[in-house]
């Protein structure tokens, strides 16, 4: 049976609308303490966010702190970060890899982590959230595959949305998928602060 080319496009793109659903949902519970609610231990650590020894013993005084107010753009408490010179700080998050791989498993294109973020007189580099994506190689060997980067955050600001899209489709040879993605919220300013709150993931 012969098919108007027409109605083979549009057969693809209800496929594909259907198919985007059960990703869109996938993108649920990637992130763990999106919002810096959390903080079992009470150290003003946010829980599940952490700076690698070996970047913190680069940094001059380096700190991570959670601010508690009613006005937080999500929940009651937003997270804040700043340096005074040394190397750049970054606050590492792992996403959880059991919804990750449900996310993968539903072959995205690209997926998009957004959040918050406000500059309190950021100076040279500013801030900037950054995802990085590591795939296997042939021989099963974690390889880093591609760096994203957000728009950055620079001088003083209110609070105002940022995003990162992550097109797996540009760094991943076709067929193949991430093994992990790691998330990190960059601060290059040794004035001032950056505040982040409010993340989340969108798969496309
Ligand atoms: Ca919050
Ligand atoms: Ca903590």
């Known amino acids: ?10 057969l693809a793109t209800l496929v594909g609308a259907m198919a985007l659903s059960p990703v869109a949902r996938a993108a649920e519970g990637i992130l763990k ?19 690698y020894p070996g970047i ?17 753009p999500e929940g009651s408490v937003y997270l804040r970060l700043s340096k005074r010179g040394g190397k750049p700080l970054a606050l590492t998050h792992l996403p959880d890899q059991a919804a990750l791989e449900k996310l993968f498993g539903g072959m995205p294109r690209a997926f998009t982590v957004k959040a918050k973020g406000r500059a309190n007189d950021l100076s040279g580099d500013g801030a900037a959230i950054v995802v990085q994506v590591f795939h296997p190689d042939e ?15 620079e001088g003083t600001t209110e609070w105002v949305s940022r995003e990162v899209v992550v097109s797996l489709v540009d760094i991943l040879p076709e067929g193949t998928l991430p093994s992990d993605v790691e998330i990190n919220l960059e601060l290059g300013s040794d004035t001032g602060s950056v505040d982040f709150d409010d993340f989340s993931v969108v798969a496309q």
Request: glycine share 6%.
């Open 33 to 51: 303490n999106p919002g810096f609610e959390a903080d079992a231990n009470a150290d003003g650590n946010p829980d599940y966010w952490f700076v």
């Open 56 to 72: 913190r013993e680069l940094v001059v005084d380096p700190e991570v702190t959670l601010v508690a107010k009613d006005n937080a």
């Open 139 to 153: 021989n099963g060997v974690r390889k880093f595959a591609g760096r994203f980067r957000s728009e950055k955050l």
């Open 1 to 10: 049976m012969m098919t108007h080319p027409f109605q083979s496009a549009l």
